[in-house]
């Protein structure tokens, strides 16, 4: 079983301690977001759990208890991209996450952090032109702490319209997708660097850019020595190549607040969920209740 962790927040940035406490205890309970009272203990056993997969824009706060899992094997998807508050609200200055992505590095491998730059969004501010100077002088600075990027284009999804259109952020069409990757493609073969894309669709493969999987079965088989069956998560997108895990996070939870996020609904809700935080309860932001029904997942 592969944890995912998460794609709904940044446990890594936000709820580290609540997480160690969770693998200290053994289990984590999750609610289905689809489905509020239908709630999945998982377990978190060395037996079964094949590998972590962190999801952060900010994990500093993990990386001095990471002996704590030392025996999981484990990486990171570390979201670094050159916005500012404006896009990403509550992100550190760029200085601080460089620090921290290759303070991270030298403590697990650079095989183990995975760069996104992850989504590109372009608006009358944040050019081509934006991307290319801020994409190479990231590269430059990380090209020692990782060996390969995903990136994406951004999606309008329904959650995210509002705050993409007060930045004014365009729809980019196939063909500006074809010029921007070639471009950064190339930039990052300067630097020794590996681009793959995050569930788009569009053919990349001329330029040297393949279709990734960021749930990786070949990363963990190279980081655990076990064999990963490669089945597709049938919960993601059509374009998405992951393999399938189980997520221990919940939505509107994240506070970065970053305006392009499909994981946050509302600022009020997620200002209501974090009054429920509780680093000792078995669910992240919640807690069990008479109506809720518990379910034994094992695999």
């Not at 289905?32 to 590998?51: A, G, Q, R």
């Not at 630097?191 to 963990?220: M, R, V, W």
């Amino acid at each position: 079983m592969i944890i995912s962790a998460s794609r709904r927040t940044d446990i890594p940035a936000f709820y580290s301690d609540w997480f160690y406490n969770r693998i200290k205890e053994g289990y984590v309970l999750v609610r289905n977001p689809f489905n509020l009272h239908y709630v999945s203990k998982v377990p978190l056993s060395l037996e079964l759990v094949d590998c972590f997969v962190f999801w952060s824009k900010n994990p500093a706060n993990m990386i001095d208890n990471l002996q704590i899992i030392d025996r999981y094997p484990y990486y990171f998807q570390f979201t670094l991209n050159p916005y500012d508050d404006k896009v990403e609200k509550n992100v550190p200055k760029k200085s601080e996450i460089i620090d921290t992505f290759r303070r991270l590095s030298d403590k697990i491998g650079p095989n183990r952090v995975i760069w996104r730059y992850d989504p590109i969004i372009i608006t009358e501010a944040i050019s081509e032109e934006y991307h290319y100077k801020y994409f190479e002088v990231l590269a430059s600075k990380l090209q020692d702490y990782t060996s390969k990027c995903i990136i994406s284009f951004v999606d309008f999804y329904p959650k995210a319209k509002k705050g993409l259109g007060t930045i004014g952020a365009f729809d980019i069409s196939d063909e500006d997708k074809i010029r921007i990757a070639k471009r950064i493609g190339e930039i990052a073969e300067a630097y020794s660097l590996k681009i793959e894309t995050c569930a788009e669709e569009i053919d990349l493969s001329q330029f040297g850019i393949e279709h990734g999987k960021c749930i990786d079965p070949n990363l963990i088989k190279e980081i655990s020595g076990r064999n990963i069956k490669d089945g597709k998560d049938k919960n993601q997108r059509k374009a998405c190549g992951c393999a399938s895990s189980v997520d221990i996070g919940a939505y509107n939870t994240c506070m970065h607040r970053c305006i392009y996020c499909y994981a946050n609904y509302s600022s009020n809700v997620v200002n209501d969920n974090m009054t429920r935080y509780d680093v000792n309860s078995p669910l992240l932001c919640s807690s069990i209740t008479d109506e809720d029904v518990i379910a034994e997942k094992n695999s």
